[in-house]
């Protein structure tokens, strides 16, 4: 797994003991199962028309992944959005 930088020096305190793990607080609890629920609601539905070919391959790696074709379509906007994936000319 690859991790960014925060995440690495999170670890990396943890590993040395400077960061210990506590039990969460029901407050805790209560407002991680909120901020789930808004962050996993999917309430659009688009229609969108591709290639055959695009399509057919879609499936093949959404099947290599063992994820439905549209979960891997809806994690490739996504990510695309958030500014993970880039185009070859911008690398």
Not at 37 to 57: E, N, Q, S, W
């Amino acid at each position: 797994m690859k991790y960014d930088d925060e995440e690495k020096a999170i670890i990396d305190a943890y590993a040395k003991g400077k960061m210990t793990l506590r039990t969460p607080t029901r407050s805790d609890l209560d407002t991680i199962k909120k901020m789930a629920r808004k962050t996993l609601v999917k309430d659009k539905r688009i229609t969108i028309r591709l290639y055959d070919h695009d399509f057919r391959g879609i499936q093949k790696r959404a099947l290599e992944m063992g994820v439905p074709y549209q979960t891997l379509i809806s994690g490739i906007i996504h990510r695309y959005i958030e500014g993970e994936l880039v185009s070859k000319s911008e690398r």
